[in-house]
């Protein structure tokens, strides 16, 4: 006669899969909703670090500070700032710039993400 060993099964059962699929495209959705907010977040910084490394703004006013970083604004499509919402500091003969905005992110329905954000030059 012959003996027939069970060998325990492996793998993962199809509940556990649609579950870790579910949690997988929640994730996902998720991501592609944040990640526009930090990309325009890298974005504002550069464009403050590079005015403020421009030796042609080095003495500019303000205006002319604030009307360059909305045209640059325009170029990259930034719309959660404009130039009116820079603060122009000048310590030590340099030029500080910064800004403090807040960005909703809508999630599902009525749930929405507030996120904080802060830029600053160095």
Same mark, same amino acid.
């Given at each position: 006669?012959?003996?027939?060993?069970?060998?325990?099964?492996?793998?993962?059962?199809?509940?556990?899969?649609?579950?870790?699929?579910?949690?997988?495209?929640?994730?996902?959705?998720?991501?592609? &909703?944040?990640?526009? #907010?930090?990309?325009?977040? #890298?974005?504002?910084?550069?464009?403050?670090?590079?005015?403020?490394?421009?030796?042609?703004?080095?003495?500019?006013?303000?205006?002319?500070?604030?009307?360059?970083?909305?045209?640059?604004?325009?170029?990259?499509?930034?719309?959660?700032?404009?130039?009116?919402?820079?603060?122009?500091?000048?310590?030590?003969?340099?030029?500080?710039?910064?800004?403090?905005?807040?960005? &909703?992110?809508?999630?599902?329905?009525?749930?929405?993400?507030?996120?904080?954000?802060?830029?600053?030059?160095?």
């Amino acid at each position: 006669m012959y003996r027939m060993t069970i060998q325990k099964q492996k793998g993962i059962s199809l509940s556990s899969l649609l579950i870790w699929s579910l949690i997988l495209i929640l994730g996902a959705i998720f991501g592609m &909703k944040l990640v526009p #907010a930090y990309i325009e977040h #890298a974005a504002i910084k550069k464009h403050l670090t590079a005015i403020v490394q421009d030796t042609n703004l080095q003495n500019a006013d303000p205006n002319q500070i604030r009307l360059t970083f909305n045209k640059r604004a325009q170029v990259d499509n930034i719309k959660t700032i404009s130039g009116q919402d820079i603060k122009i500091k000048r310590e030590n003969g340099r030029t500080i710039l910064s800004t403090k905005y807040t960005t &909703k992110i809508p999630l599902a329905s009525n749930v929405s993400l507030s996120i904080d954000f802060e830029a600053t030059t160095d």
